[in-house]
């Protein structure tokens, strides 16, 4: 008899400890969507300029090893900005900030396709042009 | 004055020459080695007497075990279960390491690029490795955006490979940098608690004083966040790596 008592108190200790934990899992998820300016303009400062050093980085030393001078930094610079808009694209998406994935469908698929080109095929298959998951 | 600088060099403990490389014990590594042994006598000794209904310090470790449990199962699933031990020991280390680097006098060895860098790529490198083994050569296909005209696949390809390739550096370079600018921070305005004060009869000083008890419940703040930054985008990088798009 006893250990009933405790196991329906632990059940209701359990029944508790659920909702507290979702109440608390509900704020979190309400914080996440409103990061902090700052925090904000910094993660997507470091993704833009990371891409940046990464392809001017690449683009030395290719110039370096075949002896090209410039143009592999040219190439690799240009390469490399444009990575760091996608970068920062999809920083904006994962918190939300963009158009979303399922409105850049609907308006895929609301826009009526020219014709049935293999390439327009392709398109409608994949939906999404950018994966929106993704930081 | 002392630089607010000064608190990251790294000083030579015990010399260690091996074939002519340095291999010295730093105190950065003094403090790698003290976060490590705190992180573990906190979970050794407070699960030490296992109770149904936790004490503190036990509620205290199995709310980081939860913690990382919930962030895997959020953003992996049930498939990732099998790395939390990697994930959980990341976690664990990074955010003593800025943590124990708050208590004065003490060293932040994640206020260095060389410490988060070599963190950044042992993720990198690990995740890419099991996204290799787990797919084959078709874990390549990564690189191939979706729903992209073959006409700009030239142009698209090494964007993306770039993109991935800027993981490691972004995600060393947010830790270190968060970590240093802060602690500079505390040390600029304690140096302007004693220049103001030194001028002012003391008085000036409390001003700069009181922004210092703000910084520093601010860097409280960053040192968890910081952590929770770095397991959170492994987690995601491992997601990718798991499911492929």
Redesign the interface.
């Known amino acids: 008899m006893n250990e009933r008592d405790t196991s329906s108190q632990l059940s209701k200790l359990d029944e508790r400890l659920r909702t507290a934990r979702h109440a608390r899992n509900v704020g979190e998820e309400n914080r996440e969507k409103n990061p902090g300016g700052i925090?904000f303009a910094?993660?997507v400062g470091?993704?833009l300029?990371?891409?940046l050093?990464?392809?001017v980085g690449?683009g030395l030393l290719l110039d370096r090893w075949l002896g090209t001078e410039p143009w592999f930094l040219i190439g690799?610079f240009v390469?490399?900005s444009?990575?760091?808009i996608?970068?920062v694209y999809r920083t904006a998406a994962s918190l939300g900030l963009t158009m979303s994935s399922s409105e850049a469908t609907n308006k895929d698929v609301e826009t009526p396709e020219p014709e049935g080109s293999t390439?327009n095929v392709?398109?409608t298959a994949?939906?999404?042009?950018?994966?929106p998951n993704?930081? | 004055m002392a630089s607010p600088l000064e608190q990251f060099e790294i000083h030579t403990i015990i010399p260690i020459q091996i074939g002519g490389a340095d291999l010295s014990f730093t105190n950065s590594a003094l403090w790698m080695v003290t976060a490590t042994s705190v992180a573990i006598a906190f979970l050794a000794l407070s699960m030490r007497r296992p109770a149904l209904i936790p004490g503190r310090w036990q509620a205290l470790a199995e709310l980081s075990y939860e913690f990382i449990a919930n962030m895997i199962r959020d953003n992996i699933g049930d498939e990732g279960r099998q790395y939390f031990p990697l994930i959980f020991s990341l976690f664990i280390f990074i955010l003593f390491g800025n943590l124990l680097g708050l208590i004065p006098f003490s060293f932040t060895f994640t206020s260095h690029l060389a410490v988060t860098a070599a963190l950044a790529i042992f993720v990198i490198v690990g995740v890419t490795m099991i996204g290799i083994v787990k797919h084959g050569l078709h874990y390549f296909s990564f690189f191939v955006p979706q729903g992209v005209p073959a006409v700009m696949l030239p142009l698209m390809i090494p964007i993306e490979i770039i993109s991935y390739l800027s993981r490691p550096l972004s995600l060393s370079i947010r830790l270190f940098a968060n970590m240093m600018a802060g602690h500079t921070m505390i040390k600029v305005f304690a140096s302007f608690v004693f220049s103001l004060g030194a001028v002012s009869f003391g008085i000036g000083g409390l001003a700069p004083l009181a922004m210092n008890v703000a910084l520093v419940g601010f860097e409280v703040l960053v040192a968890f966040l910081q952590a929770y930054v770095f397991t959170v985008l492994t987690c995601l990088y491992l997601n990718d790596a798991l499911h492929l798009h």
Request: aromatic share 4%; glycine share 12%; proline share 3%.
């Open positions: 925090s910094f993660r470091v993704e300029v990371a891409a050093v990464v392809g690449i690799l390469i490399g444009g990575a760091g996608v970068n390439m392709e398109n994949k939906t999404a042009p950018i994966r993704n930081t």
